[in-house]
């Protein structure tokens, strides 16, 4: 049987090189990116079983990047290994589909067990953040992050890439879109979040964690 194939997403390459020494021989590793849009791009080229991603990549964010793959590939498995404990990232993670979410933390038997378990189609959590999952639910029944959800997709790319320092003509030019679109698109976050200027909305973004970063 063919080890399973498994797409690396990380933009730091010395972690893309210890996946890839704590995976092989037992997985094939399918390919590498450094950013959420070559993640993106590579699903429908390599067509991999799994992907390992960190959910702090430039231009798209891991969770963004799966969701959109998930339109390409719903059979895919997506595994976040990240340094975010936040239970906020961990729960969009999970309820975005994605199969294992671990921290860059864990130990390299907890890696290769958690790849397994997203393989063999059951999901993994590290133990840490599962039982404060958990705890956060029974405190909070029903209630989601009460920022994040408010925006779009759409607006959650455009916020990402002016926390990024990026300017609107270089947004469009990422986002093919107009520049038009993309100042459009600015004024209806900052109106949404409540915000007068960009710097405000950067600060806001980055405190209360609406991207990762």
């Not at 990047?65 to 340094?83: G, N, P, S, W």
């Not at 992050?145 to 779009?152: A, N």
């Not at 609107?168 to 900052?190: D, G, N």
């Amino acid at each position: 049987m063919k080890p399973p194939r498994v797409l690396l997403a990380d933009r730091h390459p010395i972690v893309i090189e210890g996946l890839r020494r704590v995976l092989e021989p037992e997985f094939e590793i399918a390919g590498e990116v450094k950013d959420g849009r070559a993640l993106v791009a590579a699903v429908e080229r390599l067509q991999p079983d799994i992907i390992i991603a960190e959910i702090s990549m430039p231009l798209l964010n891991g969770i963004e990047a799966f969701r959109q793959i998930r339109k390409i590939d719903r059979k895919v498995k997506i595994m976040f290994l990240t340094v975010h404990p936040d239970l906020n990232f961990a729960a969009e993670a999970l309820r975005a589909g994605c199969s294992a979410y671990i921290l860059k933390s864990s130990a390299v038997a907890e890696i290769r067990e958690a790849v397994r378990q997203a393989f063999s189609g059951r999901s993994y959590v590290t133990p840490s953040i599962k039982k404060a999952l958990v705890q956060a639910q029974m405190e909070r029944p029903g209630r989601h992050d009460e920022f994040r959800f408010k925006l779009t997709s759409r607006q959650r790319e455009v916020l990402q890439l002016i926390v990024e320092g990026q300017s609107s003509k270089q947004i469009a030019e990422v986002l093919h879109l107009s520049r038009r679109t993309i100042e459009f698109h600015r004024y209806r976050i900052m109106k949404e979040l409540g915000v007068r200027t960009t710097g405000e909305l950067i600060q806001f973004a980055i405190r209360n964690g609406v991207v990762p970063t």
